[in-house]
């Protein structure tokens, strides 16, 4: 299925948050759409998170664990989440593994020409 583009509504969030945060916003819509179409690719998620713990790293324990219960519970929402917790899950979020590589590319291709138009309308 084709990428959404950003909407309009989109570029007062560049201006909030910055391009890196709306791209990962982004990727995350596009897994969470993915993830309610094919719940199948939950078990990937699984695997990648089991895999991410196995690093032990003290400092994204935390948010790995709490992917694990948001993974678990399918809460999506909080992936999805446009506050400083959501902003900060998605920073280590495992959700964007799960996206065929062309909707990653086509996502951050929107966030760039988006980025562009801004700029240029500065």
């Given amino acids: 299925s084709p990428v959404a583009?950003?909407?309009a509504s989109d570029v007062p969030r560049l201006d909030r948050h910055g391009p890196q945060d709306l791209q990962s916003l982004l990727l995350h819509r596009e897994a969470v759409a993915l993830l309610r179409t094919n719940p199948s690719l939950v078990a990937r998620l699984e695997r990648t998170l089991t895999r991410w713990l196995q690093?032990?790293?003290p400092n994204s324990r935390p948010l790995l664990e709490?992917?694990?219960d948001i993974v678990a519970a399918r809460d999506w929402d909080a992936a999805l989440a446009e506050d400083e917790q959501g902003q900060q899950l998605r920073q280590a979020s495992p959700l964007p593994t799960v996206l065929p590589e062309q909707t990653?590319?086509?996502v951050i291709r929107e966030v760039k020409a988006l980025k562009d138009r801004?700029?240029?309308a500065a």
């Fill in 66 to 68: 709490r992917w694990c």
């Fill in 5 to 7: 583009a950003p909407a």
């Fill in 104 to 106: 990653r590319l086509a």
């Fill in 55 to 57: 690093r032990d790293d």
């Fill in 118 to 120: 801004a700029r240029a």
